[in-house]
C-alpha cells in the first residue's frame, strides 16, 4: 500500500475470517472483533444503526478500521488525511465519470472525423462533447475525496 507509516493490515468478511493478512500480530483480530462490537454497542446506544469505523492512535502504533479492512500504521509517519481517503474511493462516481468520458471521446469523433454528424451546425456539434468532457474531468478527481469519510 501507498501509505505513509504503514506497517500491514488484516482484511475480514462478515463473518470475522481473515481474507488477507500482512505483517500483523494474530492477537490483533480479537481486538479488532471485541473494538467493533463494542463501538456497534455504543452506536446503537446513541440512535445509530452501527458504526462505520474507527481509529486507534497509540505512542508508536495505531490502528484505523473501516469497511472490513484494519490498516496498521506509524504513529509518527502515518498521514490520517491519506488513510482514511484511501477507504473512500466513491466507485459510482468514478465508473460514471470514465464513462461519461468515453462517450465524450465517441462523440468527438463522430462529430470531427465522419459525416454521422453533418447534419449539426459546425459549432453546436461540438458543445455536448465538450460539455460531456467537462462534467467527466470533474467527476473523476472527485470520486476521491477527502470529504466523504466520517467515523
Do not use: C
Not at 42 to 62: H, I
Not at 111 to 139: C, E, G, K
Amino acid at each position: 500500500m501507498k501509505i505513509k507509516g504503514y506497517l500491514g493490515h488484516i482484511k475480514v468478511d462478515n463473518n470475522w475470517d481473515i481474507n488477507e493478512k500482512v505483517n500483523v500480530p494474530d492477537e490483533l483480530l480479537s481486538i479488532l472483533k471485541f473494538n467493533v462490537e463494542k463501538g456497534n454497542q455504543e452506536a446503537k446506544e446513541l440512535g445509530f444503526n452501527r458504526m462505520n469505523g474507527f481509529a486507534m492512535m497509540g505512542s508508536k502504533k495505531s490502528l484505523a478500521f473501516m469497511k472490513g479492512e484494519v490498516v496498521m500504521v506509524e504513529t509518527d509517519k502515518a498521514d490520517w488525511q491519506e488513510l482514511f481517503v484511501h477507504y473512500v474511493y466513491m466507485k459510482g462516481w468514478l465508473a460514471l465519470g470514465i464513462g461519461i468520458l468515453i462517450l465524450s471521446i465517441i462523440l468527438y469523433y463522430l462529430s470531427l472525423d465522419t459525416s454521422l454528424l453533418d447534419y449539426f451546425a459546425p459549432l453546436p456539434r461540438l458543445f455536448v462533447p465538450t460539455i460531456l468532457l467537462l462534467i467527466s474531468l470533474v467527476m473523476i478527481p472527485a470520486s476521491k475525496t477527502r470529504y466523504t469519510y466520517r467515523l
